[in-house]
């Protein structure tokens, strides 16, 4: 488990088993703010990358105060996004803007609330995954697993102790 606090590292890394399929990256935080240097790497990371033929999709999964919208508020810092990433207790989806040449919609979609696929498949969720200018962050996706794209992006959190978080991110 490499410590996130070497952000170089992980970042080489993440450029480099970004080819293959199956990996699992593991990572340690320490800190909230550790969570969002996390999240803010990856955002960066994803822009430089190509858009592809659909929308970049990301299941987030895990403890409840696992971190993962704590991980979405500097993911959307490293997005460029400049309003708060906020816990939306009463609204499932929200949408950013972002300013970039490859992609230009943000979505925080939070399935805590939900009962089933359906009420996510009614926000037009199979038309914003189909559209390759979007990015789409989703907490609790296992609870939608059975609308997730096959090629979706996963990140696991784990609670190990009241400041520690393991995260760890996998493709397919
Ligand atoms: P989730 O969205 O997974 O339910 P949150 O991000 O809303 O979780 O909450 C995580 C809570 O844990 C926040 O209050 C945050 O300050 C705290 N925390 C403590 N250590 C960490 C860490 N290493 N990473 C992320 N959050 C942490
Ligand atoms: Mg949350």
Redesign the pocket.
């Known amino acids: 488990m490499s410590p996130v606090r070497n952000s170089k590292n992980f970042k080489t890394r993440l450029v480099r088993k970004k080819i293959s399929n199956g990996v699992r990256l593991k990572y340690l935080?320490?800190?909230?703010s550790?969570?969002k240097k996390l999240g803010e790497i990856l955002a960066r990371e994803i822009l430089k990358t190509r858009s592809g033929k659909t929308a970049f999709v990301i299941g987030l999964e895990?403890?409840?105060?696992?971190?993962?919208?704590?991980?979405l508020q500097g993911f959307a810092k490293g997005l460029g996004i400049k309003e708060k990433i906020l816990?939306p207790t009463f609204i499932i989806m929200r949408k950013f803007s972002i300013f970039n040449s490859q992609f230009s919609n943000f979505f925080h979609v939070d399935c805590y609330r939900i009962k089933k696929p359906k009420e996510i498949l009614n926000l037009g969720f199979k038309e914003i995954i189909s559209e390759p200018k979007n990015i789409i962050a989703i907490?609790w996706a296992d609870k939608i697993q059975k609308i997730m794209p096959k090629d979706a992006f996963w990140i696991k959190?784990e609670f190990i102790n009241?400041?520690?978080?393991k995260i760890s991110i996998k493709w397919r």
Do not use: H
């Open positions: 935080t320490i800190s909230p550790q969570t895990g403890d409840l105060g696992g971190g993962k919208t704590t991980f816990s907490e959190f009241k400041n520690k978080r």
